[in-house]
């Protein structure tokens, strides 16, 4: 049975569209044609924990009916417990 590790980054921002969701994780996302970059970043980061059988997602908080930013989920596994 595999033993994971669940680290959480959480803002206070304006949140992330549902579209937007769809290709955030995908390489060349729209980001790095605002000069913020290569785009390769959070696609990167997904290649490698699905590697090590990992995972990424992102979700909205919501507080009532407002948008109180975005919450990134990794899972991650650290060893086979024996």
Known sequence: ?????????KD???GISD???G??????SM???KGKGMGFGLSLVK??????NGKIWVED???????QGSNFVLII????EK
């Not at 919501?62 to 948008?67: L, M, P, V």
């Open 77 to 80: 596994p650290i060893e086979d």
């Open 23 to 28: 290709w955030i994780f995908k390489p060349d």
């Open 31 to 33: 980001e790095s044609k």
């Open 61 to 67: 908080r919501i507080k009532g009916d407002n948008s």
């Open 1 to 9: 049975s595999q033993i994971y590790i669940k680290i959480e980054f």
């Open 19 to 21: 579209k937007r969701k």
């Open 12 to 14: 206070n921002g304006i």
């Open 47 to 52: 290649k490698i924990l699905e590697f090590y």
